[in-house]
């Protein structure tokens, strides 16, 4: 085989599940967008949906994707309909769309009208994040043309901490409360949703009804917790969902010129490697980039790398914790799982 290999480890996901459904005892929903943070969505929404209460991706096409796997769980979308298309999928699969804003109800409302279907929605509330989400002065407004037009039927209110920091996680849940209960007067049954990985870790005054976790699944943490958050997340212990690997594709006695692209340090160089991995399979092209560093003579090729010494044939490891390759790259474990297995071959460990 020449593609790098994914190891996936299910069990791991399963059990870092079952951990985060009973630290609150609230519903729990898993989300699997970007093929479950690059471990193979349809494989971890099987292993997950007898622990689950539902699930959630970015778009409706993942939403398809699952459809069969999540065994009759309900799928949120994240990303709101853009197109009379849109809103067709996602009513035709049963999924459940987001609604930030009027302009969007009303897309939805028209299409379901004209074409007399019926279509399940959450409306999402912008707490401060300001991505998605109705602010807390249009929101009444909102509310009452949904009410209006019950072919769009409103089953939940949601929003998103957009950073770590206790006191803007408090000013947020603040907020989300008092649009909470606006959306009430016009549906009292919402199921609301405010914490994701980070809310859970904050106690069970952030869960509503139910909680949305994403990275946490996976075996890791956000960036930057403090206080109870840090000694709760650090108390999970979670286990890592992924083990990427790559072969040793060729092994050579060094003769002369450079190690791969460019200009490198080959004094007392005497053999080198090839493993058979790049930066076309997700691993950054930087010369200080996590992978093999004691070991790598030159930035990855775009699928090899060049290494000191090893062996003809043999399995390394090359991304057994995203925190350390974020580290040394200057970004996120979430951008780092979700690239490692662009090219790779899936594996899957059930146990």
């Not at 069990?11 to 599940?17: D, K, T």
């Not at 904050?202 to 009804?209: C, S, T, V």
Request: aromatic share 10%; proline share 2%; with cysteine.
């Amino acid at each position: 085989m020449q593609k790098v290999r994914a190891e996936i480890h299910l069990g791991s996901i399963r059990r870092n599940a079952e951990k985060f459904s009973a630290l609150t005892g609230k519903r729990l929903c898993a989300v699997v967008k970007a093929n479950a943070y690059g471990h193979g969505a349809e494989e971890v929404v099987a292993a997950l949906s007898g622990r689950v209460d539902c699930f959630a991706v970015a778009l409706w096409e993942e939403g398809l994707a699952i459809r069969a796997a999540a065994q009759g769980k309900d799928v949120l979308v994240f990303t709101p309909p853009l197109c009379e298309e849109d809103v067709y999928e996602i009513g035709a699969a049963g999924l459940i769309a987001s609604v930030p804003d009027l302009y969007t109800a009303k897309l939805c409302v028209e299409f379901c009208r004209k074409f007399q279907l019926s279509l399940r929605v959450h409306i999402k509330v912008n707490t401060g994040m300001n991505r998605y989400g109705c602010d807390v002065f249009s929101l009444g407004k909102l509310c009452k043309y949904l009410q209006a037009n019950p072919c769009v039927r409103v089953e939940g209110l949601y929003s998103h901490l957009y950073t770590c920091a206790q006191e803007t996680s408090f000013s947020q849940r603040e907020r989300f409360v008092r649009m909470l209960a606006v959306c009430k007067r016009y549906f009292p049954s919402l199921t609301a949703h405010l914490g994701a990985t980070y809310g859970a870790l904050l106690g069970k005054e952030y869960a509503f009804d139910m909680l949305r976790v994403g990275i946490g699944l996976y075996g890791y943490l956000p960036d930057g917790l403090q206080g109870r958050a840090k000694s709760v997340g650090k108390a999970l212990c979670l286990e890592k969902g992924m083990t990427v690997y790559a072969a040793t594709a060729a092994v050579r006695k060094y003769s002369y010129g450079g190690a791969g692209y460019g200009v490198a340090d080959t004094e007392g160089l005497k053999r080198v490697s090839v493993r058979r991995f790049g930066y076309a399979d997700g691993f950054l092209r930087r010369k200080e980039n996590g992978i093999a560093a004691k070991k790598r003579i030159q930035p990855l090729c775009m699928d090899a790398c060049i290494c000191k010494g090893g062996r003809r044939g043999v399995w390394t490891p090359v991304m057994m914790d995203a925190d350390e390759i974020a580290k040394a790259t200057g970004t996120i474990s979430y951008e780092v799982l979700c690239a490692a297995t662009r090219r790779a071959e899936f594996v899957y460990d059930y146990e």
